[in-house]
């Protein structure tokens, strides 16, 4: 049933120009999303995993081809009109980056930037936006949310921003959350918390997840499905526990090869 | 075995002093009656969030930090009371690398004359061609060959460059190699890759390891004895094994339930281990003294409003007055299960 669909794409490819001709970064990359299911993307570093979810969000780099067709929620991404993507940003598809640093503004108070998105897609006034805000910062497990609203981002410890920028990709609700290795700058114990949360409030608000990263364990832990992806292609999907017990491809074979040497439950090399 | 121990820390203490031109602050205890021992060949993790005091206590073990209490044997000798000049030559004996394999060499030299930095300083009588000869060596043992020499560290993956800085360390031919999260940076596989590099060396040249990380996995994989942190004081330490199979302390239980296993069928189970060692209210403790656990602390009672002591509870120390309390049994082995 594609009506069902958060997300639908097609044979999506991304070229990159450069100076010795063209870079093919993506190649022709097809999944589906329903709604409410979470897919992990795994590969290594500079398989295609980011520029894979800037093109989805219409960011891919100045100069940049982007090919295929990418369906949200019917609509169609690819060559739409930027004014179109802007308005969808943030609203009905919304991102959650690596550095919760540098993703948030470190001159704005987070109450200010988090009240922007909803004055922004929404309309409504500032005092509304930042009770909403408020509520959202709550529903993300922060404590003292009405005082974290005044703070800003150097005041809080990793962890926090990275639920403020999770708080601040729902506040819309948005038919599919891209979250790009979102935990991967975090302690263990942080990532744990965040990851349950992200189960959490999928449960509640029912939204479908594409959550990039190269950690096995966290894909074992949060993934309905995960494909897998090598020098810009997808080398393989399928659900997650069918990918673990019986990978097909060497890409996702190696990756497994190395996470279960490195488990926390494996043998140990002494 | 004979002679003194390679590295021994005893009740080691480091206080920062929070910034202020007016009023300085209180010192802050970044490290609180810290002891370990190190063997020649040895392998010790130090485990804990960031903010615990395992890069402060790397520092101090090297005295790139200053020590407010306590003292480091260097094969029995303070490096406290050497002057700069003795303590450069001990620093042969004690090598580091770093979180960020990039960040560590200098983007303004070839990878020839970084690795030949070392033989400079610490054998200076060799000849050029025979610096050269020994830097091709290091190349290969860690597995790159004579085209980087001539390279800069831009153009090489961070992989690479982490085992460029393990080939400069071990150019000095240390006793003690300290990593300092060492493979935190890297993908998986190769991560793997300089993991398996770090055995091998330390099998061959039989270089003891002090291998700080917050990725419990590692651990497992390399160091016989962990050391784990929590805001500057030891936990519970002990043989990995042991550590890893049945976590005494609340806080290792948490860490090994934050430890995600790469198997879905797991996964539930973890979560519920988690859900099992979360609190749901923060205790209010008296906020001086007790222990420094107990806000996050599932199992906290009025008696932890007392600072525990590292105590000997089977084959490892802890430091909780509840340990070994049948409540308290979380085994390693259910997790994974």
């Known amino acids: 049933m594609s009506a069902m669909l958060a997300l639908q794409v097609d044979g999506l490819s991304v070229?990159?120009?450069?100076?010795?001709?063209?870079?093919?970064?993506?190649?022709?990359?097809?999944?589906?999303?329903?709604?409410?299911r979470?897919?992990?993307?795994?590969?290594?570093?500079?398989?295609?995993?980011?520029?894979?979810?800037?093109?989805?969000?219409?960011?891919?780099?100045?100069?940049?081809?982007?090919?295929?067709?990418?369906?949200?929620?019917?609509?169609?991404?690819?060559?739409?009109?930027?004014?179109?993507?802007?308005?969808?940003?943030?609203?009905?598809?919304?991102?959650?980056?690596?550095?919760?640093?540098?993703?948030?503004?470190?001159?704005?108070?987070?109450?200010?930037?988090?009240?922007e998105v909803l004055q922004v897609h929404r309309g409504l006034s500032k005092s509304q936006a930042l009770l909403h805000s408020q509520h959202m910062l709550e529903a993300v497990g922060i404590d003292a949310p009405a005082r974290r609203l005044r703070q800003h981002p150097h005041e809080l410890s990793g962890g926090m921003r990275q639920r403020v920028l999770l708080a601040m990709a729902l506040l819309c609700e948005p038919d599919v959350l891209l979250a790009d290795e979102p935990t991967t700058a975090l302690d263990v114990t942080v990532q744990a918390q965040i990851l349950d949360l992200l189960l959490d409030l999928r449960e509640r608000l029912g939204m479908a997840v594409v959550l990039v990263t190269h950690d096995m364990g966290v894909l074992a832990q949060v993934a309905d499905d995960v494909a897998v992806m090598h020098a810009g292609v997808l080398v393989e999907q399928g659900p997650v526990q069918q990918l673990f017990d019986a990978p097909q491809s060497s890409a996702t074979q190696s990756l497994l090869a190395a996470a279960r040497q490195l488990s926390p439950t494996a043998q140990s090399l002494i | 075995m004979s002679g003194p121990l390679l590295l021994e820390a005893r009740d080691l203490a480091v206080h920062y002093r929070s910034p202020g031109l007016l009023r300085p602050g209180p010192p802050q205890a970044a490290l609180q009656g810290v002891s370990l021992q190190l063997d020649r060949g040895e392998a010790l993790a130090v485990v804990g969030e960031s903010g615990s005091g395992k890069s402060t206590l790397a520092r101090a073990l090297l005295r790139l930090e200053s020590i407010s209490a306590g003292q480091v044997l260097l094969r029995g000798e303070d490096l406290a009371i050497l002057s700069n000049e003795e303590l450069r030559a001990k620093r042969r004996d004690l090598q580091m690398i770093f979180q960020d394999p990039l960040a560590s060499l200098d983007p303004r030299m070839r990878i020839e004359q970084i690795l030949s930095q070392p033989l400079r300083v610490f054998e200076p009588q060799l000849t050029a061609a025979a610096r050269n000869a020994r830097a091709l060596q290091a190349l290969q043992q860690v597995g790159l060959d004579a085209s980087a020499l001539q390279r800069w560290p831009h153009q090489f993956s961070g992989g690479q460059a982490q085992r460029i800085g393990i080939a400069r360390a071990l150019l000095a031919q240390p006793a003690l190699l300290v990593c300092d999260e060492p493979v935190s940076a890297l993908d998986l596989p190769i991560r793997l890759q300089v993991l398996q590099?770090?055995?091998?060396?330390?099998?061959?040249?039989?270089?003891?390891?002090?291998?700080?990380?917050?990725?419990?996995?590692?651990?497992?994989?390399?160091?016989?004895?962990?050391?784990?942190?929590?805001?500057?004081?030891?936990?519970?330490?002990?043989?990995?094994?042991?550590?890893?199979?049945?976590?005494?302390?609340?806080?290792?239980?948490?860490?090994?339930?934050?430890?995600?296993?790469?198997?879905?069928?797991?996964?539930?189970?973890?979560?519920?281990?988690?859900?099992?060692?979360?609190?749901?209210?923060?205790?209010?403790?008296?906020?001086?003294?007790?222990?420094?656990?107990?806000?996050?602390?599932a199992f906290v009672q009025p008696q932890c409003a007392q600072t525990p002591l590292l105590r000997q509870v089977g084959e490892v120390q802890v430091a909780c007055h509840r340990a070994g309390e049948p409540a308290l049994q979380l085994r390693g082995s259910d997790i994974s299960s």
């Open chain 1, 15 to 36: 070229t990159h120009a450069a100076a010795d001709g063209a870079r093919t970064v993506v190649s022709g990359v097809s999944f589906e999303l329903a709604r409410g």
């Open chain 1, 38 to 115: 979470i897919l992990g993307i795994a590969g290594e570093s500079g398989c295609g995993k980011t520029q894979l979810l800037l093109a989805l969000l219409g960011l891919s780099p100045p100069g940049a081809q982007v090919s295929g067709s990418a369906l949200l929620s019917g609509r169609q991404l690819v060559g739409a009109d930027r004014r179109v993507l802007r308005s969808l940003r943030g609203n009905r598809i919304a991102m959650v980056f690596q550095d919760p640093m540098t993703a948030l503004n470190p001159y704005l108070t987070i109450g200010t930037q988090l009240a």
């Open chain 2, 197 to 297: 590099l770090l055995a091998q060396q330390r099998e061959q040249a039989g270089v003891a390891l002090l291998f700080i990380a917050h990725d419990l996995a590692a651990v497992r994989f390399l160091c016989e004895r962990t050391l784990v942190l929590y805001r500057g004081q030891v936990m519970e330490q002990g043989p990995t094994a042991a550590l890893f199979k049945a976590p005494l302390h609340p806080y290792t239980q948490t860490l090994l339930a934050a430890s995600l296993p790469a198997d879905p069928r797991a996964a539930a189970a973890s979560r519920a281990r988690r859900r099992q060692l979360a609190v749901a209210a923060p205790v209010s403790l008296p906020s001086e003294g007790g222990c420094v656990f107990a806000a996050r602390c």
